[in-house]
């Protein structure tokens, strides 16, 4: 079989939630600030994500500090050793009370 050219399978989360979301596992955790921006963006790498859409409810105050957090992380001499490059979208899913 020849391989197309350019063809490849991306895995995508269209749906996501960080600790923002206060309804979410990720808020529930024993300690209110144990998951970083850092390790949120490592969890999602090391699952071999390529797309993340991030859909907090009542707000985006999470997007900017992942988004901030893997320029970091992307500008670092380890990056292409130790990550794996992501594209973050950034939503909100509202319910109206903001």
């Given at each position: 079989?020849?391989?197309?050219?350019?063809?490849?399978?991306?895995?995508?989360?269209?749906?996501?939630?960080?600790?923002?979301?206060?309804?979410?596992?990720?808020?529930?955790?024993?300690?209110?600030?144990?998951?970083?921006?850092?390790?949120?963006?490592?969890?999602?790498?090391?699952?071999?994500?390529?797309?993340?859409?991030?859909?907090?409810?009542?707000g985006v105050g999470w997007i900017d500090k992942l988004v901030a957090e893997y320029r970091q992380l992307k500008d670092s001499q380890a990056f292409e050793k130790r990550y794996k490059r992501i594209?973050?979208?950034?939503?909100?899913?509202?319910?109206?009370?903001?």
């Open positions: 079989m020849n391989a197309i050219v350019g063809s490849r399978w991306w895995k995508f989360d269209f749906h996501t939630h960080t600790p923002f979301s206060t309804d979410t596992p990720w808020h529930n955790l024993p300690e209110p600030d144990s998951l970083s921006a850092s390790d949120w963006l490592r969890k999602y790498m090391e699952a071999s994500i390529d797309c993340v859409a991030i859909t907090d409810h009542n594209t973050l979208r950034g939503s909100n899913e509202g319910n109206g009370n903001v």
